[in-house]
């Protein structure tokens, strides 16, 4: 049985009982773990060489899975029994990273088995991130999918950013392999919550299709099915590219705000940190407005809204060499990032079969993320030939235009 709304008069808040709050915990508690393994790990790794390229590979290690993997997991997603797949996931996880942080004990640890570790964990990662967006809508009403999107993101914000990370700093200096078997134990517990979700069947929208494959099936006609599905919805689709877009920003930005704020802007590394945790805060704040903003103005011109915020955030960032000025409009910046990450979520969980869900969502976010290291080497070719500043004035031009693609697609 699907989740009511804690009230009929308050059917757009998901109820915290029954499924949807082993969910976040789930989710919160994994994102926490993730955050003391992330940092960590290129601490681990900076111990064992001082090669660049190295500490590169083991970087790329763990981003190469969504390449190879995202379209395949998106599939998958939508044949097996999504509860059962993300339980099995997190386990597996927990057991690996649990063995990891053996091997440290014991003097194991070297730069490949850094870099399996980081490919490994990022390949199970695509199945259950994809089934986790798929299985929402099972345990929630549609209208409740803003505001749990928003809280669910939330959650994994402050878990990350404001606990996970700084506590990360203080274990991994102390003893190294205690973040590892903390973040083991977080997928342990992830995976127990969510082997006692409910087996949903129905929800406000109907019964929910049994996993499986039609006969005759293979992934590859299923993996196509879901971009034919992402192709022919004309707002998804937008959707799609602005994410792409939107990402070759991020990435560029990431890769050079350390230069922007420190060379540019003049900061010193204690105003660095300062200043980069206002993007935080700012996500924060977008997770808890997010739902609001969408009831207020629709999914789609709150995805413009945000877009068009962002890009005179970037202009900002670009054109004013102030550490202060550069902070506000971070924040600000996370504020919008957050709105746009959940309605980008919501209206693809809103338009799409819930049998779907996987495959389309998998097609979406694997895009999107191509965008972020291209992003990143492209924003580095243009800073070398002009100055580091240069990047985030051209984002904001990219930026613009993921907002008129949002906006056609909305038309269309």
Do not use: K
Not at 113 to 122: D, E, P, R, S, V
Not at 157 to 175: K, N, R, S
Not at 193 to 198: D, F, K, Q, R, T
Not at 348 to 368: C, E, I, K, N, Y
């Amino acid at each position: 049985m699907a989740i009511a709304a804690e009230t009929s008069a308050a059917v757009t808040v998901p109820r915290w009982r029954g499924g949807y709050g082993r969910l976040w915990s789930a989710a919160v508690l994994s994102r926490f773990g993730d955050a003391l393994r992330n940092v960590a790990l290129p601490v681990v790794a900076a111990g064992l060489t001082t090669s660049p390229l190295a500490l590169s590979l083991v970087s790329a290690a763990g981003f190469l899975p969504w390449l190879f993997f995202g379209l395949l997991s998106g599939a998958l997603a939508d044949r097996l029994d999504r509860r059962r797949a993300m339980w099995v996931v997190d386990a597996v996880r927990g057991a690996l990273v649990g063995l990891f942080a053996l091997a440290l004990v014991l003097g194991y640890a070297h730069l490949a088995l850094l870099a399996a570790l980081a490919f490994a964990l990022t390949t199970l990662q695509t199945l259950f991130d994809n089934a986790a967006t798929a299985i929402l809508p099972t345990l929630v009403p549609r209208a409740a999918l803003p505001s749990a999107n928003a809280r669910l993101m939330t959650g994994q914000a402050l878990a990350g950013t404001f606990l996970g990370a700084p506590v990360a700093g203080l274990l991994v200096a102390a003893v190294a392999p205690v973040p590892f078997a903390i973040n083991a134990a977080t997928y342990l517990v992830g995976a127990a919550l969510i082997a006692s979700l409910p087996r949903t069947t129905t929800t406000a929208s109907g019964p929910v299709p049994a996993p499986g494959r039609a006969a005759g099936s293979t992934l590859r006609a299923e993996i196509a099915d879901g971009l034919r599905r992402l192709w022919g919805d004309h707002l998804l689709r937008a959707i799609c590219v602005a994410n792409l877009l939107g990402n070759l920003v991020i990435g560029g930005l990431t890769a050079l705000m350390v230069l922007i704020i420190t060379r540019w802007a003049g900061a010193s590394d204690v105003v660095y940190g300062l200043v980069m945790a206002a993007y935080g805060a700012g996500a924060t704040v977008g997770g808890l407005v997010a739902a609001r903003v969408g009831r207020w103005v629709g999914g789609v011109r709150a995805l413009v809204i945000a877009l068009t915020t962002q890009t005179g955030c970037l202009a900002v960032i670009g054109s004013v060499p102030h550490p202060a000025t550069t902070a506000a409009a971070l924040g600000v910046f996370g504020v919008a990032g957050m709105i746009v990450n959940v309605h980008d979520v919501t209206l693809t969980q809103q338009r799409v079969p819930v049998d779907m869900l996987g495959r389309v969502s998998a097609a979406s976010r694997t895009a999107g993320i191509v965008g972020a290291p291209a992003g990143a080497v492209l924003a580095g070719v243009l800073a070398q030939a002009t100055d580091v500043n240069v990047p985030a004035l051209a984002g904001a031009g990219v930026m613009a235009l993921a907002a008129v693609a949002v906006v056609r697609g909305g038309r269309a």
